[in-house]
């Protein structure tokens, strides 16, 4: 979609500047690819970096264990902002959405990656996986005291939904 979106805009763009030597996109594809890899490549560090904090902030809480510190970590933290991946009610939708298409009952982790998959983001990101499917195991909770879907258990005892 955003490949066709910028072809268009080429195609647009090619009426009112002039041609470079080349009849095709070449050069263009080729800079795009590498600022795709690019951008790959330092979020990958960001995400290296983050791991290393929080390896560093464990240790200085055991530490702080060790030489008697007794208070309260979290409340000694700043408090981080909220972030907001889905609108109200989207979250919700979407994984009735998911369990109406679906032929058996699925794991919270499943609709989460369906979810994934639909929006189109990165599903190699575990740490976001693993915080989506944390949100859909509790809106899935809520839906079920609701009475809109309904749980079991599955042959190793994970919890699969499906809606009512």
């Known amino acids: 979609m955003v490949l066709e979106s910028l072809t268009r805009h080429f195609q647009r763009m090619s009426d009112t500047i002039k041609r470079s030597r080349t009849e095709t996109f070449e050069h263009t594809i080729s800079g795009l690819l590498t600022k795709r890899a690019d951008l790959f490549n330092e979020a990958e560090r960001i995400r290296d ?25 979290d409340a000694e933290m700043p408090r981080q902002k909220r972030e907001v991946l889905f609108g109200k009610g989207e979250l919700t939708r979407a994984i009735y959405d998911e369990l109406r298409m679906a032929e058996s ?16 983001e990165d599903a190699r990101d575990r740490k976001y996986l693993s915080d989506l499917t944390k949100r859909v195991s509790k809106a899935l909770r809520a839906m079920r005291e609701s009475g809109e879907v309904r749980s079991m258990a599955d042959i190793k005892g994970n919890v699969a939904w499906e809606r009512r």
Not at 58 to 69: F, N, Q, S
Not at 105 to 120: E, F, K, Q, T, Y
Request: hydrophobic share 45%; proline share 2%; charged share 25%.
């Open 105 to 120: 009952p699925m794991l919270s982790r499943d609709i989460a990656r369906s979810i994934v998959a639909l929006r189109g």
């Open 49 to 73: 970096r983050m791991a290393e904090i929080k390896n560093d902030i464990g240790a200085i809480d055991r530490v702080l264990g060790t030489l008697g510190y007794t208070g309260d970590l």
